[in-house]
Structures are given as C-alpha cells and as structure tokens.
C-alpha cells in the first residue's frame, strides 16, 4: 500500500540561483539552509518518487491552451534556469497513474510528454533535490493566467493524489514550489504585503487552513499570493491542515518561505499573538490586479512578448531589426514603441502580463548583450 511520506513548500525566487548584488545574501542563505533541511528530511523518508508541485510563468503553455492542472507524463523532466540544466528521470508509472486516477475521480487534467520547466523547479531541484537519484513527477498548477482553480479545488487534487496513491507500491514525496506575497512585472512590485504573508502563516501553523481556503483567487491576487494554490495541492495530499515554518524572509520584493508538512518534527502549533485577519490587508474586491486575463484586445500583444521569450532565433533578429520583427508580430506603432524601449512598465500599461513582459524584456536585453548589438531606447 503506497503512502505519502514526505511533504513541504519551498520558495523558488530566481535570486536564489542568479544571487544578483542587491540581494541579502544572508537572506538567501537562510532560504536554501532551509532547503537543504527538507532535503536531509527527505533522505530519512526514503521515498521511491518525488512530486514536484510547480507552476509556469507564463513560459510553457501560453499562446496556446491553458490547462488548469498538468502533469508531464515523458520520459525526462528537462529544466533550465541561469545557466543551470538538469534532466531527471519521470516515475512514469506513476504518472500515468496519477493522470489516469485523476479523470477517474473527476479532476480535468491534461498531460504533457515534453516540457521545458522554468525556475519553479529548477531552483528546488537545486537546492532540495541536489545530486539524489530520486524519480519525479512534475504537476502544474495555472497560478497566473485567469480564471485559476480555486483554492478548494487545489486541496481536492491533492487530496484526489493521496487516494491515488494508498491504491499503489510507492512512498512518494510532495514538494510545492511557490509562495509567498510578490508582484514580478508590476508598479507593486518593491512593496510585497508582508503582513498577510505572516498571518497566513500563522493560520497554516495553528492550523486554521479553512480561513485560507475561504479566499478567492483574486483576493490572492490582491496580496501576491496566487503561488499558495500549489501548497493547497501538497497539503491536500498530506493530509494535514498544520505547517511548520522553517524559515521566513521578506526580501525587498518577495516573501520568501519554507514550510514543513511532513514528518513532524514538534514545530507545528507554535503559539502566536494572533493578528488581524489577512494581517490588516483590507480587499478592495475589485478582481485580478496585477495578473488577468489576455483578453481579445490584449491577445496580440502577450503572443508577441510569448514568441519573443520563447524563440530566440526570432530575439536575435528582433534585436537588429526591431521594426521589421515588430511589423511581422503585428505589433502596432504605440505597442513596437514601447517594447522599444525594454521598460517592463511601459509595455504593461498595454495589456502585457506581468510576468509575461519582465521576463520577456530580461531576455530581449541577454540576446543584445551575447549578439553584441547595443539597443538604443527611446523614453
């Protein structure tokens, strides 16, 4: 009979691989002394395989469908970030199984044989998976791309794997990589909601899960949180409504946390001085801010950061004739004149997701510098 034996959540902050000269490093070294912590953790549970609970942002399924759950099912789970790569073997058994019992129980999944996984999970495969020799299985979890699953829906496919797995040999392992209060991409981004971030950590540890679980994915949103669908996922498999907190660090820009769901080591239900709900955050209920829906009229444009990002023939040439690139993506005048000018914001004020144009600027800017063509912009 399989079991889960293993459970937490980790930050996955490209810092913590890129470690840029205006971080705290001792900040960064807490993270992945934290990390390395719940990698010790999962050499005493010995599992047979390890789930990774990610995300995509906004890099492997748009311009085309977007699933609310995904699992790849190949052979490998391939990732790549700052230079690092790592190839890991996929439990396919497994995966299969998972798929299979999920549309069994009713959770719409799709599958994936290839996918290329960004820094949600290469930085855990960094710094909690290291050089172990333990097969995964990687699941999505659409965390930025409107309307989302809900946040009891995510409790229910982790629940749904939990069951899969009593029915099968293995002791798996649940990692969820995301969290906690950031706003990449954005005006917001220098002011992360700190004060939510510690209440819901104080809910997760007294053990008041349903106080999160009542929250609405534009409420998450509003706070930077849309990241904790994947902890709602691991903690549904775990079979717990309590954490334990291993380290938390609000970074300039980001809450950066490590959370502990299984084993139990005694740090649960640590006493608090219980703060106001959602930590003084009051909600405007005004819908999704900072990451929504590409809408018809914003379509062109997001396809254009997304084939940008993801086509670096096409980066090369944009980079040398951004006019003529511009023309062929349909870009019009005001949109050609503001990517032009590689500032995130100015694209933003467009329509461009967030997440979807910081990333796509960064790697606008890496193709310049490796072709040697100096861009001149225009404020």
Not at 14 to 42: C, S, V
Not at 88 to 94: G, N, R, S
Not at 206 to 214: C, D, F, K, Q, T
Not at 342 to 361: Q, R
Request: glycine share 8%.
């Amino acid at each position: 009979m399989g079991e889960i034996v293993w459970a937490a959540s980790t930050v996955h902050a490209p810092q913590l691989m890129t470690r840029p000269p205006q971080e705290d490093p001792a900040q960064l070294d807490a993270d992945i002394e934290a990390m390395d912590q719940l990698g010790r953790d999962l050499d005493e549970a010995k599992p047979d395989v390890l789930v990774i609970v990610g995300l995509d942002h906004v890099e492997t399924f748009f311009p085309g469908p977007v699933p609310p759950f995904a699992v790849v099912t190949g052979k490998t789970a391939t990732s790549e970030y700052a230079g690092y790569e790592y190839n890991i073997p996929i439990h396919e058994d497994l995966a299969l199984g998972l798929l299979n019992g999920l549309i069994e129980r009713g959770i719409d999944i799709t599958y994936l044989h290839e996918a290329l996984l960004g820094h949600a999970y290469a930085t855990p495969l960094r710094y909690v998976y290291k050089d172990r020799s333990i097969p995964v299985v990687p699941i999505f979890v659409n965390v930025y791309l409107p309307p989302l699953p809900t946040t009891h829906r995510c409790l229910e496919v982790g629940k749904a794997i939990a069951d899969i797995v009593k029915g099968r040999p293995e002791r798996v392992a649940i990692l969820a990589s995301g969290g906690m209060s950031h706003y990449p991409g954005t005006w917001k981004y220098f002011n992360p909601e700190y004060g939510f971030d510690r209440w819901a950590i104080q809910e997760l540890e007294e053990g008041r899960v349903e106080s999160l679980l009542a929250m609405s994915c534009e409420q998450l949103d509003e706070v930077g949180n849309t990241e904790l669908l994947t902890w709602f996922v691991a903690m549904g498999a775990a079979g717990v409504e309590r954490g334990e907190l291993l380290t938390y660090q609000p970074t300039t820009h980001h809450g950066h946390a490590v959370m502990r769901f299984i084993p139990d080591k005694g740090g649960r239900g640590q006493p608090h001085e219980d703060m106001a709900p959602y930590g003084g955050y009051e909600f405007k209920g005004q819908g999704y801010e900072f990451y929504s829906y590409p809408s018809l009229e914003t379509y062109p444009l997001n396809r254009a950061l997304a084939n940008l990002r993801n086509d670096k023939a096409l980066r090369e040439r944009f980079v040398r004739d951004m006019d003529g690139v511009a023309a062929e993506l349909e870009l019009t005048p005001e949109q050609t004149a503001a990517i032009k000018t590689l500032k995130t914001d100015n694209v933003v004020a467009l329509g461009g997701h967030g997440i979807l144009t910081l990333l796509t600027m960064l790697t606008i800017q890496l193709s310049a510098k490796e072709a040697g063509v100096v861009i001149e912009t225009v404020v």
